[in-house]
């Protein structure tokens, strides 16, 4: 029973931070292309980052290069998403996935799995 949970959203203000958690059950997630998504309302999922099983294998989408940083613990089988100078605009629902076919991509289609979503505002 493959199993994501997302964890660690809350209210912040501009130019704070959140430390995002994707927690994994069911599978060993060293093993697998991980994914963090976000959707606002009125808004198609968009891709945040994704780490691939190897190290090295990230991405960031352009408008949170240099203030997001995507990273894994084996051991705790947990990926994290840690936010800075976050903005207004970061606001949404943050989604964890795993990647089909384990390949470095941040496309929603590619992945097969995903946790239920954590709730990021940033607000003033």
């Known amino acids: 029973q493959v199993q994501l949970v997302e964890s660690g959203g809350g209210l912040v203000q501009p130019g704070g931070s959140l430390r995002l958690s994707c927690a994994a059950s069911g599978f060993t997630l060293r093993y697998r292309t991980i994914g963090w998504f976000r959707q606002a309302p009125g808004k198609e999922r968009e891709g945040v980052s994704c780490i691939g099983s190897s190290d090295g294998n990230t991405y960031y989408t352009d408008s949170v290069k240099g203030r997001f940083t995507i990273s894994r613990d084996n051991a705790k089988n947990t990926v994290y998403l840690q936010m800075n100078s976050l903005k207004p605009e970061d606001s949404a629902v943050y989604y964890c996935?795993?990647?089909?076919?384990?390949?470095?991509?941040?496309?929603?289609?590619?992945?097969?799995?995903w946790g239920q979503g954590t709730q990021v505002t940033v607000s003033s």
């Open positions: 996935a795993i990647a089909k076919y384990g390949v470095v991509t941040t496309t929603p289609d590619d992945f097969g799995s």
